[in-house]
């Protein structure tokens, strides 16, 4: 039992390695569609 725990957590991390990366988005990048009273607010609170 102790052996095969091992080696599911061996195959386990060997996916997690071979994984690819997740894309970064830059904040100021992203575009948020709203209702335009949600927008006036946020602007306000900016």
Do not use: G, H, K
């Not at 052996?3 to 994984?19: G, H, P």
């Not at 990366?21 to 335009?36: D, G, K, Y």
């Amino acid at each position: 039992m102790y052996s095969q725990l091992r080696e599911r957590i061996r195959l386990m991390r060997a996916r997690l390695d071979n994984a690819a990366p997740v894309a970064e988005i830059r904040a100021e990048s992203q575009l948020f569609v709203t209702p335009a009273p949600v927008c006036d607010r946020l602007v306000t609170l900016a």
